[in-house]
């Protein structure tokens, strides 16, 4: 059985196309691989008997219900609004909302449409996307990470898996059964290290060593201390099974002009023979953490269950299910788009970070949105 959409049986919709790739225009996208369809809203809100135009609508109207509260005109705003719908076969859609006063505006509100995992998707254009959980946690990271770097470990050539030389200083963070140990390493030999790149914000809050607390330091590191993103760096590293970790506040001691000079000289190398740099580059600070709450904590994976249970009549697709969300600009499947990919992020705006990432072999941004890998392949 193939997953078309006729055999749910809606009529075929001349508002909505039936988000049907090849009913739309040849020449309305870039005719390779993207499509494109411009329609009223209220063509869609007449729309009758067609299951397709009610979901967009009820999206629509999902996600546009605080925003009713603040804007009298709203109803009217949105009845002269023009629905602008990107297609991507197999991918998920996405569905765009521009006032018709003003089309050199940005757009007022903009969503994906998609099936959640688990189901089947009786329209290929609501391509299938996984849920993004309102706060990310360890095991959720790690999940992500693992097949990543897997995949880039066996298959990509142009990772360097010794690096050389090796820091002057790493912080030895130990292991996931022993937790406590956790301390800075003088000269430490040939091991993998990852990096952490990341916003010092308001100085006082950035955790350091001077050459005052640098013996204590080589003790022992008083986790309770540590701010929420050296705090998650150290447990991302931890649970990938690597041991040590370069943070630049730690790793150079701050008060120490001349040491300063010496180790910011060899930052391409460290960054270079990182075996992953740990992006912070949805915190402004590091109290922000990268294992947090993302930026649209509410609304993800709107279920538009009057869709769903229509469906229920077949048997077929009863696990079926429209979702809709804000759409995230740090997804890659968008973000090609809109270069630079995590734009808008604190860590974007600090010239030292741009210069660690290109510097990585492999990078994981922890954006307020998403995660988002990077390796050179
Ligand atoms: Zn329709
Ligand atoms: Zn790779």
């Not at 022993?178 to 390493?185: G, I, N, Q, S």
Request: net charge negative.
């Amino acid at each position: 059985m193939t997953s078309t959409f006729p055999n749910i049986g809606p009529p075929r919709c001349d508002v909505c196309l039936d988000l049907d790739w090849g009913r739309m225009p040849e020449d309305s996208g870039d005719g390779y691989w993207e499509r494109r369809l411009k329609v009223p809203y209220q063509s869609l809100r007449d729309s009758k008997d067609c299951q397709i135009c009610a979901a967009i609508i009820y999206a629509i109207s999902e996600f546009s219900n605080p925003l009713e509260i603040f804007h009298t005109g709203f109803h009217q705003f949105l009845q002269s609004s023009q629905i602008r719908i990107f297609l991507r076969d197999g991918w998920t859609t996405k569905v765009l909302i521009w006032s018709d006063q003003d089309p050199l505006a940005e757009p007022y509100l903009e969503l994906e449409m998609y099936s959640s995992s688990d189901s089947l998707s009786p329209i290929p254009a609501l391509g299938v996307a996984n849920e993004v959980p309102a706060t990310l946690d360890l095991s959720t990271c790690a999940c992500f990470l693992v097949p990543h770097i897997r995949n880039c470990h066996t298959s990509h050539s142009r990772y360097r898996a010794k690096p050389s030389p090796m820091p002057s200083r790493l912080l030895y963070v130990g292991c996931e059964t022993d937790p406590t140990c956790l301390r800075l390493e003088l000269l430490p030999t040939l091991q993998p290290y990852t990096t952490l790149s990341h916003c010092w914000g308001d100085q006082s809050a950035v955790f350091t060593t001077t050459k005052a607390t640098i013996e204590d330091l080589v003790m022992e590191i008083p986790w309770k201390r540590l701010p929420k993103t050296f705090q998650d760096a150290i447990s991302i590293t931890r649970c990938l099974g690597i041991h040590y970790l370069w943070i630049d506040s730690l790793c150079i001691i701050q008060d120490d002009a001349s040491d300063w000079i010496v180790e910011s000289v060899k930052m391409a190398e460290i960054y270079s023979g990182s075996y992953l740099t740990i992006a912070a580059t949805g915190a402004s600070s590091p109290t922000s953490g990268c294992l947090t709450t993302r930026w649209h904590e509410t609304d993800f994976g709107v279920r538009i269950s009057h869709v769903d249970s229509r469906l229920q009549s077949d048997r077929l697709f009863t696990a079926y299910g429209i979702k809709a969300r804000y759409l995230s600009k740090a997804h890659t499947h968008f973000a090609g788009e809109l270069h630079p990919p995590i734009s808008g992020a604190p860590l974007w705006n600090r010239a030292w970070a741009f210069q660690e990432r290109i510097l990585s072999n492999r990078l994981i941004h922890f954006h307020g949105e998403e995660m988002v890998w990077e390796c050179r392949e």
